[in-house]
């Protein structure tokens, strides 16, 4: 059972372009987290929410978390080839149990 | 010098081999977990491991075992490979504390032929 269900799972746009992902599910989370994975690499942690309705900003990218904390947006405004990866979000299960377990991606292409 | 170290960084083998992914690292964390990548599927937990005497099965243990060397040392093992056990297999560590961020390994690319 897949518990974050993201979406799209394939976006591919052209450079200069906005865009949503969204990382959805039924369960409410404490936190959760945005991660990026490039080409050869392993994932990196972009921006954790805690705080339902939280909005945190990176540059660019504009990350929301829902009301009831079941739910996330990533926006990223005007796009630009280096914004192409993967993009993963992820729920810690609590320090207790410390397991992260993520979701199955949107893979982003941006086109110059 | 990257804080966590993956060897090798590909390997092909042939079924029914063993074989062992390393993983090591510098960040002093005690948490260390392994994940296997597959196209469309995310990131799925192998096993994790809080200290060197604590090691636990994620999602997908099975075919796979593991062995905290160390603090700073965990290795998975493929005891007989099978061809759908090809992947991209990622090692991180966490410290645990609050907001568990992750740190990842470069990956390494593993073939069964």
């Known amino acids: 059972t897949q518990l974050l269900e993201q979406s799209p799972q394939f976006l591919s746009i052209q450079e200069g372009e906005n865009l949503t992902v969204y990382c959805n599910s039924s369960?409410?989370?404490?936190?959760l987290q945005w991660y990026r994975q490039e080409p050869g690499e392993g994932p990196v942690l972009l921006v954790t929410?805690?705080?339902?309705?939280e909005v945190k900003k990176l540059k660019r990218l504009t990350f929301q978390f829902g009301d009831a904390r079941k739910d996330s947006s990533l926006h990223i405004t005007a796009a630009q080839p280096g914004d192409t990866g993967l993009y993963l979000c992820?729920?810690?299960?609590?320090?207790?149990?410390?397991?992260?377990?993520f979701g199955r991606g949107t893979q982003l292409t941006v086109w110059p | 010098d990257a804080d966590v170290t993956q060897t090798p960084g590909n390997r092909i083998t042939k079924t029914g081999k063993r074989i062992m992914l390393e993983c090591s690292q510098t960040?002093?964390?005690?948490?260390m977990y392994w994940y296997r990548q597959d196209p469309g599927l995310g990131l799925r937990l192998i096993y994790y491991?809080?200290?060197?005497?604590?090691?636990n099965k994620g999602e997908i243990s099975d075919g796979y075992s593991v062995s905290r060397q160390a603090q700073a040392k965990f290795s998975l093992s493929l005891e007989s490979a099978i061809p759908n056990q090809t992947a991209l297999y990622f090692c991180?560590?966490?410290?645990?504390?609050?907001?568990?961020?992750?740190?990842f390994g470069q990956g390494t690319r593993l073939t069964v032929v």
């Open positions: 491991s809080f200290d060197v005497k604590d090691i």
């Open positions: 929410v805690v705080t339902g309705g």
């Open positions: 991180a560590t966490s410290n645990g504390q609050g907001n568990t961020e992750a740190f």
């Open positions: 960040k002093g964390h005690d948490r």
């Open positions: 992820a729920y810690d299960r609590g320090s207790t149990l410390g397991r992260l377990y």
């Open positions: 369960s409410v989370f404490s936190s």
